[in-house]
């Protein structure tokens, strides 16, 4: 079992940053596929970014490519995204979550955070 907690979140204007970040504990947190997603009011839950268990290997939607960065920290065992550029359309809720394989897709991943809210002021 993994918990995951997410924070970070918060009202910015177009434009800013902010960073959010995973806190996980439970099982082996270095050997799981990291993602984020989000979801927006009257939306699907969708694929923000993911990265491998190592650390060394990423995948971004291509709507987040070039402004959102994910990283992760094995001995925090915690996992972050970094947003810059920020658009009113990337308000959403945003999600982390663990994985036994890379997805994009939410039923593909195992474990999931309480998600924390991201609005964006045009």
């Known amino acids: 079992q993994v918990q995951l907690v997410e924070a970070g979140g918060g009202l910015v204007q177009a434009g800013g940053s902010l960073r959010l970040s995973c806190a996980a504990s439970?099982?082996?947190?270095?050997?799981?596929?990291m993602g984020w997603f989000r979801q927006a009011p009257g939306k699907e839950r969708e694929f923000v970014a993911a990265?491998?268990?190592?650390?060394?290997?990423?995948w971004y939607a291509d709507s987040v490519k070039g402004r959102f960065t994910i990283s992760k920290d094995n001995a925090k065992t915690t996992v972050y995204l970094q947003m810059n550029s920020l658009k009113p359309e990337d308000a959403a809720v945003y999600y982390c979550?663990?994985?036994?394989?890379?997805?994009?897709?939410?039923?593909?991943?195992?474990?999931w955070g309480q998600g924390t809210q991201v609005t964006v002021s045009s």
């Open positions: 979550a663990a994985g036994n394989r890379l997805g994009k897709f939410p039923h593909e991943y195992d474990y």
């Open positions: 439970g099982r082996t947190f270095s050997r799981y596929f």
């Open positions: 990265i491998n268990w190592s650390g060394d290997s990423t």
